[in-house]
């Protein structure tokens, strides 16, 4: 009882003290740690009796200056020189992090690290504490510091939904990403109240965003289809022909005795000159045609696709870059002017003028680049974090991916013909539009500490965006988004012009910043 009571009294000691100087750094503790005299939960820590265990141990006070901490009932043990197998005490320690994890009990509230490197991830639903720092073989405070290892797109560090979590003396490396646009990021507090003491945050390089998919080539059917033929037929009805892919596009229905009629409904909107485009052919007498109909006016290319107007979304579940914009679908184009008839010379009856050909569909805008990967030291959603005396890295990002091609436009159908000398042909049908490109992905971010909704204390003092700051370096960024894909190319082997796709604008520059606040 004499040892017990000695304990008790230079805990409760330490932790006035401990807390005073706590709040001079601008630590976050609960007071309801301390001041608490010792909690009477017994364990045996090697001894042959039970040890009352001082209340702060289940706090955030560090083994630097609270040694009677470091007992098995308390924490976890993890030794390079560890082994699975063993129950995670002092004498016994585990090997990996996912054992210590697997080990942690209701009433245990620590993980302890000696120094080493552990590949692997902490992640755990319950509010514990990390430290590191001790010597693996007497588990003395030494003040050389374990490092937490991740494997390719992991997070070393991943804390969500905890309070007064305290990590001390370790080192966080999340390697450079592997995949397309990936990033690397290193830790991760999502609501949360952490604490980072002697600590370090050092993540990869992002990788180059992805090239929007091409949307090029031609229709298939790369053809609208061809106007049907004149008859011979005394009054009939007219007849017209429909794309079915774009049913807006219809070609002009074949007349006789001047009654040619032009593409309907007409496009693009407005309806163009009906002189000149799409018109219907006029009656031109005994045995003969008028001059061909019209052929329907061309669809407007595409509008080009835009860049994100901004980097992300960042939330609890991490963070997620926009794409750039789609490029535009390019426009429908009008049908062929139907034909006029042509009058046989007698009372029999009329060779009917053929239809006008179907005019082509627009192409498909190209799809948006991806945004280039991101090299993230830390991001802070919704979290308190107080930091002391700890440093953040952050390596290159990646370049933004090219936008993909708009695809061409649909060629228009050529206007129907009769198999007699006396039948009137109708007009061809306009090409449609080729796509936009889409817009080129926004570079990465490199940045220190990414955060929204967070209060962060550096050092005594509130964080505030800033391009450079002590204990945060920063490498190169993917200065320039990706280029914006091309428009449609025209159709080879078509006489009238194709309108062509507009190019996509190239995506946004990454940021380059020590700390970086996202609205």
Not at 250 to 279: C, F, K, N
Request: proline letters at 7%; glycine letters at 24%; hydrophobic letters at 30%.
């Amino acid at each position: 009882m004499r040892d017990a009571k000695h304990v008790q009294t230079r805990t409760a000691a330490r932790c006035r003290l401990g807390s005073a100087g706590a709040l001079a750094i601008g630590m976050v503790i609960a007071s309801a740690h301390c001041g608490g005299g010792s909690e009477s939960k017994p364990t045996t820590d090697g001894g042959p009796g039970p040890l009352v265990i001082p209340a702060p141990c289940y706090g955030p006070s560090e083994p630097k200056g609270y040694p009677e901490c470091v007992v098995d009932r308390v924490g976890i043990f993890v030794s390079p020189t560890g082994d699975d197998a063993n129950p995670g005490t002092k004498a016994k320690p585990v090997r990996s992090i996912a054992a210590a994890l697997q080990r942690v009990e209701s009433a245990t509230s620590r993980i302890y690290f000696c120094e080493g490197v552990y590949e692997g991830s902490i992640t755990h639903p319950r509010a514990l504490s990390y430290f590191g720092g001790l010597d693996c073989g007497t588990w003395a405070y030494i003040g050389k510091r374990a490092t937490i290892r991740s494997a390719p797109g992991s997070i070393a560090l991943h804390i969500a939904n905890a309070k007064d979590v305290a990590v001390a003396d370790l080192d966080f490396e999340a390697p450079s990403a592997s995949g397309k646009g990936a990033s690397s990021i290193a830790g991760f507090i999502a609501n949360s109240t952490v604490s980072l003491t002697r600590t370090s945050f050092t993540a990869g390089a992002g990788r180059d965003g992805e090239s929007g998919p091409a949307e090029g080539g031609t229709f298939n059917p790369a053809v609208a289809p061809n106007g049907k033929g004149a008859q011979f037929r005394r009054f009939p009805q007219p007849i017209y022909q429909a794309n079915d892919l774009c049913p807006e596009s219809i070609g002009g229905g074949g007349a006789s005795e001047g009654r040619g009629q032009a593409g309907s409904p007409v496009m693009p909107t407005p309806h163009p000159d009906t002189s000149t485009d799409g018109a219907g052919g006029a009656d031109y007498g005994v045995d003969r045609c008028n001059p061909a109909a019209h052929t329907g006016s061309n669809g407007s290319g595409g509008a080009p696709g835009q860049p994100a107007t901004r980097y992300g979304v960042l939330d609890a579940n991490g963070w997620h870059a926009d794409p750039g914009g789609a490029g535009g679908k390019g426009g429908v184009a009008q049908g062929g002017g139907g034909a006029g008839g042509s009058n046989l010379g007698t009372a029999v009856g009329f060779w009917w003028g053929a239809s006008g050909g179907a005019g082509g569909c627009g192409g498909v805008g190209g799809s948006g680049g991806l945004s280039g990967g991101s090299s993230l030291a830390l991001i802070a959603f919704g979290a308190h974090v107080t930091i002391r005396d700890s440093r953040f890295s952050a390596d290159t990002a990646g370049i933004g991916g090219t936008g993909g091609g708009g695809q061409m436009g649909q060629t228009g159908g050529a206007g129907g013909i009769g198999s007699d000398e006396h039948a009137c042909p109708g007009g061809r049908g306009g090409a449609g539009g080729s796509g936009g490109g889409g817009a080129g992905g926004a570079g990465g971010l490199s940045v220190g500490i990414l955060f929204t909704s967070s209060a962060l204390t550096i050092d005594g003092r509130p964080a505030r965006t800033a391009a450079s700051y002590d204990g945060i370096t920063i490498a190169a960024v993917g200065v320039s988004g990706g280029m914006g894909g091309p428009g449609g190319a025209p159709v080879p082997g078509v006489t009238d012009e194709l309108t062509r796709g507009t190019p996509g604008t190239p995506g946004k520059s990454g940021v380059i910043s020590a700390l970086f606040e996202l609205p």
